[in-house]
């Protein structure tokens, strides 16, 4: 993987919203083991430090969850797994409302683009 | 922790390092960053004891630098130090010689690494491989802190790739890690600490993580301070 990371926004935040999207799109499936940090740090090429809060974060977030000195593993909790893809719809239907705020356009007038453009879309 | 407390550097009446302090943690990435001519290498020459300062102090683990702490630090120059006759084996092998903390291991890992051949001559490397030979003598010391000054400093974009990559790769998580840059851009998502400076001053210190936070990068804050 050689991503970029935008650089304006918290490295640890972006490492966190690639996996919520890998564990919605169901690339990584629950109860599936996370690289340990290091590892992570090497392939994201970040700092072992920054992945170290983005696990802290996820943890938090019960995205994953770790017992005694085994790896993390991705959570089991279906609560939690609808809660990521929830809250990834509404961050991109957010994005896209905010953009097409601007042109001044009605409801009505995107509704059969959006549409073509989500069934068209593999 | 290497702590730098009030440094003072003076060459003749012209003062190099105002007044500086900052400190730099183990298992973090700490960068100097400054235009250049800013004192930034002057700082890491004080670290290592290769500059007298005028006043001031610098603490290694709570201690000053002495044989001991000198064995825990590694310093990589942004001109190599080891003769340019040698060939890349024979350096590795006068650095063996010289330091108890020299880890062939990884030096041949490295090696393989950079796609560097052990019998070409150091003269004979472009300016990309004479840094990736300067950072491989650094890396394969076992030391807890890592001072490098200009990694990136003047070469290939390549290059710069695969030196930011056995950054990572090589550098273990409990290492202390000083780099000095006036170039951010490579490094900007391995560093934990900016230090910023200015003429021989401090102008700002923070958390990277801390200023994106704020929707700010790097250079963002850079801006801010060094551009009046």
């Known amino acids: ?122 | 922790m290497i702590e730098v407390k009030n440094v003072v550097k003076k060459y003749g009446r012209k003062s190099v390092l105002k007044d500086v302090s900052f400190t730099a943690q183990k298992g973090e990435v700490t960068c100097l960053i400054g235009i250049n001519g800013t004192g930034k290498t002057t700082i890491l020459n004080a670290i290592m004891n290769l500059v007298p300062i005028n006043s001031g102090e610098i603490l290694i683990d709570n201690q000053k630098l002495s044989k001991e702490s000198y064995e825990t630090v590694a310093f990589i120059p942004d001109t190599i130090i080891t003769m340019p006759s040698m060939t890349i084996g024979q350096a590795m092998t006068f650095m063996r010689d010289f330091y108890d903390s020299w880890n062939q291991e990884r030096a041949d890992e490295l090696l393989g690494f950079f796609r560097l051949k052990a019998e070409d001559k150091i003269s004979s490397l472009s300016k990309g491989n004479t840094a990736k030979v300067n950072i491989l003598l650094g890396l394969a010391l076992d030391v807890d802190y890592l001072l490098m000054d200009e990694p990136f400093s003047g070469i290939d974009v390549f290059s710069r790739e695969e030196i930011a990559n056995a950054f990572t790769d090589y550098l273990v998580e409990d290492k202390g890690v000083i780099i000095t840059t006036h170039e951010i851009g490579d490094v900007e998502h391995l560093i934990d600490h900016v230090v910023l400076i200015d003429e021989g001053t401090i102008v700002k210190s923070f958390a990277a993580e801390e200023a994106r936070e704020e929707g700010k990068s790097i250079v963002d804050i850079m801006r801010e301070v060094l551009v009046r």
């Open chain 1, 1 to 122: 993987m050689n991503q970029t990371f935008n650089k304006r926004e918290p490295v640890y935040v972006q490492v966190v919203r690639q996996f919520k999207e890998q564990v919605a799109s169901g690339e990584l499936l629950p109860g599936q083991e996370m690289p340990s940090r290091r590892e992570l740090a090497q392939k994201l090429k970040i700092n072992p430090n920054t992945v170290q809060r983005a696990y802290k974060e996820m943890e938090h977030e019960g995205l994953i969850y770790t017992e005694g000195n085994m790896p993390s593993k991705i959570t089991e909790d279906q609560k939690i797994l609808i809660k990521v893809k929830q809250e990834l719809v509404t961050e991109a239907v957010d994005a896209l409302v905010k953009a097409i705020k601007p042109i001044k356009v009605s409801f009505e007038e995107i509704e059969p683009l959006l549409k073509e453009r989500f069934m068209s879309e593999k």
